[in-house]
């Protein structure tokens, strides 16, 4: 699928309601319509009541590791890094980010060691390796990673 640039918005909107759409409205990409194309397609619209967001942007890039997304559960809020927000991220790596933190919804954490809960099971990482695209997508990640970093 070819980059889809977010048409400008001809119609002036009210304060509010522009800040609001703002939220889910990248400059190159709507997480609104991917989230819910992802829901329907592999979660059977389970995912109700999600908000979905771009995060803040960081005045500095991180050093060493970088967060593409984050789900928040009890207040049902995914945010992604707004870093992702850029023409040479394909639209498919998005897809696969929203993807990954939407599965954090459906696939239940564990036990881990140190009494911390385990979030990235074995039957998470196979649901997620059933991603179409989930090589290509690990793979760009890898070759891409620095240009997020500083
Ligand atoms: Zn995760």
Same mark, same amino acid.
């Given at each position: 699928m070819a980059k889809k640039t977010k048409r400008k918005i001809a119609h002036p909107k009210w304060p509010m309601q522009r800040q609001l759409n703002l939220q889910h409205e990248g400059k190159y990409f709507d997480l609104r319509g991917n989230f819910d194309r992802l829901n329907e397609r &592999? &979660? =059977?619209?389970? +995912? =109700?009541g999600y908000k979905v967001m771009w995060g803040r942007k960081r005045k500095r890039r991180p050093k060493e590791y970088f967060i593409f997304g984050t789900i928040q559960e009890e207040d049902r809020v995914i945010r992604i890094n707004p +870093? +992702?927000?850029?023409? &040479?991220?394909?639209p498919w790596f998005l897809r696969y980010i929203l993807y990954h933190e939407m599965l954090h919804a459906v696939v239940p954490d564990e036990p881990g060691a140190n009494g911390r809960r385990r979030v990235h099971t074995e039957l998470f990482y196979e649901r997620e390796r059933e991603f179409p695209g989930y090589r290509r997508a690990r793979r760009w990640e890898e070759d891409n990673l620095a240009r997020f970093l500083r």
């Open positions: &592999f &979660f =059977r619209g389970r +995912l =109700r +870093l +992702l927000d850029q023409p &040479f991220v394909p």
